[in-house]
């Protein structure tokens, strides 16, 4: 998971040019969620490892901890872009579609 978060993290930087600010909110939101799949599945998880309902539940976790209103939506669509990144290398495409 520490890779994938690295490489997503270099691709925020690099191609989508966000903020350094904005970076490391993204970064500390992944490591957190990669702790908590560690903590409670064990092992080192890839992205393409974690399912729907390990994602509700770092959400209910969030929640329950008393992250704010803001927290536990950004670490929900960071942790499913991660996911999302890793099925598009997997399957070899970007998703998108020619336009013609």
Avoid: W
């Avoid at 909110?25 to 393409?48: C, N, Q, T, V, W």
């Avoid at 770092?58 to 996911?83: D, H, I, Q, W």
């Amino acid at each position: 998971m520490k890779r994938a978060i690295n490489r997503f993290i270099k691709q925020a930087r690099t191609e989508h040019r966000l903020s350094e600010n904005t970076i490391q909110g993204y970064r500390e939101d992944l490591r957190k969620f990669a702790a908590f799949l560690s903590d409670h599945y064990g092992k080192d998880l890839f992205p393409g490892d974690v399912t729907p309902e390990m994602v509700q539940q770092y959400m209910e976790f969030l929640s329950s901890t008393g992250y704010g209103f803001c927290t536990v939506p950004r670490s929900y669509a960071n942790s499913v872009s991660l996911k999302a990144q890793r099925a598009i290398r997997s399957n070899g495409s970007d998703g998108r579609r020619s336009v013609r």
